[in-house]
């Protein structure tokens, strides 16, 4: 250490005193999206960019591959979890507009990220050179079109079955730090929702319900703060700060039971369940492992994944009944993260649907290639999400696109 | 990637990567940006790992690529692509020292963006002027007179009692009023 470095102790001191937040980040996660990167890397560079037609044939599913590869079963109350159905989800892939090119964004990377409760509706997210989105997409019918929104990075997060869409967004912007927005998409035109003084920034995925009320986490500059936004159907400058949602380090929102709005945020024996009201229990988790993640709650359900520590463990898909706080642990999987659920309280994990009478129904994927899912409708009929390659290509010749899907059932 | 280099780079990661998150963190000033940026730059050593492990400085060239992510870096959020792999929530850090924490955020969220990197890189990544200089980019005179720089800023912003109160900078005070300084 040098003298002027001693010299500087008291800045040393100042440096040392700040401990970030929990790192969340696991190096086996790393690992994996570094895989991603160098096969999306690999994409752009070959140039692969003719989606190919998937031929699927509708076969009886049957317990998947990934499923037997399953290890240690989880407790368990669904009921015959196990058994197969005679129903097949074919996948026919989502067809990539044009233009994508003139917004900055790579044609060859679209992902569907939210669909409508009836099916009638897509969203997806682009990718341009930065990670960023340069142009939200809309799917209506499987007809594609660019949403005219504003922003270097559009990223839509849910869609209702009017056809209304909302997202996230950010543009460069002074002062710093205050580039983020939450926008709405309704009768052909993108509008920025008012922020609440004081908040700038908007990270929670914003929701919208059917009658097209929006919800969101908003959060000051520096992030001190959070609040819990409600926008009320067609309201999009008069921002209600839910108060007893604000400041508790609120993860993640959803409209609850009675389509109320309800939160969960986390704490040291699991996720926390909020309502507006400003009452909270504690949801239950199975033992034994050490992370877990709550991803969407919807209706009176909410999933979520309980995550080994290491990757070769099982994921636990977790499935609670928002007024009991009744869990269900659904059978262990290698890569059982329980994306989404529907009011009759099927769960989408991976690429597959476990029904709530214990039937499980697959989607098709072409053989050498795996599914990545991302929603599906109420009726658990349609299902999105990306089909890409099963393992990392080692030679140009063997590189697979990754294409944005629509399953079928 | 063959699996001993990938299991040679998860061990690389697992012993450097809350560094790189912690440093992140000084650097950018928030929780969420510094996960992007520590994944980003984890991400960029795994793809370039060949690279890395010859490098003739290992943490040096991995400092200069976390600079890079940050001084290129916005708003990003590599971890929102993955449609699968959202990360485990775990139990909420010590918040005794967020009154510190903040006043010192908020200062060095003050600097401009190089002097706060070479503050950061000098006095608490321990780099040399020299190392410093290849992480920025920029010439050992480049980083001596940025480092002056940011110090005065910062000891002016966090040493003078009468700018100060429990918890709250002038700058924090302008944050909460939407009026970022």
């Known amino acids: 250490m040098s003298d002027d470095v001693e010299r500087d102790a008291d800045v040393r001191g100042w440096l040392s005193s700040v401990e970030p937040p929990e790192l969340r980040l696991t190096p086996a996660a790393t690992i994996r999206a570094g895989r991603t990167r160098a096969r999306r890397r690999r994409l752009v560079v070959s140039g692969a960019a003719a989606i190919a037609v998937l031929a699927v044939a509708a076969v009886p599913a049957v317990a998947s591959n990934l499923r037997q590869g399953g290890s240690t079963p989880a407790p368990s109350e669904q009921p015959g979890a196990s058994a197969s159905a005679a129903v097949a989800c074919k996948a026919t892939p989502l067809a990539v507009p044009d233009g994508l090119a003139r917004k900055g964004a790579l044609k060859n990377i679209v992902i569907a990220t939210a669909i409508d409760p009836s099916g009638r509706y897509i969203v997806g997210r682009t990718h341009g050179s930065v990670n960023n989105s340069p142009a939200a997409v809309l799917w209506t019918d499987g007809k594609p079109a660019i949403l005219a929104t504003e922003g270097e990075d559009v990223v839509p997060t849910a869609v209702n079955s009017q056809g209304v869409v909302v997202g996230r967004g950010w543009m460069k912007a002074a002062p710093p730090m205050s580039g983020g927005f939450a926008w709405i998409y309704r009768d052909g035109k993108a509008r920025q929702l008012t922020m609440p003084s004081g908040y700038t920034q908007d990270f929670g995925s914003p929701t919208v319900n059917e009658a097209g009320a929006v919800l969101a986490i908003v959060y000051t500059p520096d992030r001190s703060h959070e609040a819990v936004v409600l926008w009320p159907a067609g309201a999009t400058d008069q921002p209600q700060v839910l108060s007893a949602l604000s400041d508790k380090s609120i993860r993640g929102v959803g409209f609850g039971t009675d389509g109320k709005p309800v939160a969960w945020s986390r704490s040291a024996k699991g996720p926390v369940l909020w309502s507006a009201d400003g009452q909270h229990r504690t949801l239950p988790l199975v033992g034994g492992k050490s992370g877990w993640v709550v991803n969407t709650i919807r209706g009176p359900w909410a999933v979520g994944t309980v995550l080994p520590e290491s990757g070769k463990e099982s994921q636990v898909p977790l499935r609670w009944e928002l007024r009991g706080g009744e869990l269900t642990a659904l059978p262990a999987a290698r890569l059982g993260n329980a994306v989404d659920v529907n009011p009759a309280g099927d769960v989408l994990v991976w690429n597959e649907i476990l029904r709530a009478d214990g039937r499980v129904v697959t989607l098709t994927v072409p053989a050498g290639r795996q599914a990545a899912t991302a929603g599906f409708s109420d009726a658990g009929t349609t299902v999105i999400g990306l089909i890409g390659p099963a393992e990392e290509a080692t030679s140009p010749s063997e590189v697979v696109p990754e294409v944005p899907t629509v399953w079928h059932c | ?134 992480a920025l980019g920029c010439s050992e005179g480049n980083v001596k007179s940025q480092t002056a720089r940011g110090l005065a800023t910062l000891r002016e912003l966090l040493t003078k009692p009468a700018r100060r109160r429990a918890g709250a900078l002038p700058g924090e005070e302008m944050i909460r009023n939407g009026v970022n300084s």
């Open chain 2, 1 to 134: 990637m063959r699996a001993e280099a990938e299991h040679e780079c998860a061990e690389y990661l697992a012993a450097r990567l809350p560094r790189l998150h912690r440093i992140a963190y000084l650097l950018c000033g928030d929780g969420h940006r510094a996960e992007d940026i520590a994944q980003a730059t984890a991400i960029a050593i795994y793809t370039n790992w060949k690279r890395v492990r010859a490098a003739d400085n290992t943490d040096g060239y991995v400092h200069r690529m976390l600079v890079r992510e940050y001084l290129g870096q916005r708003r990003l959020s590599w971890a929102r692509v993955l449609l699968t792999d959202r990360m485990p929530e775990r139990a909420a850090p010590d918040g005794a020292s967020v009154e510190d924490r903040v006043a010192v955020l908020t200062a060095l969220a003050g600097l401009p963006k190089r002097q706060r990197a070479a503050v950061v890189l000098r006095y608490f990544s321990d780099l040399s002027v020299q190392d410093t200089a290849l």
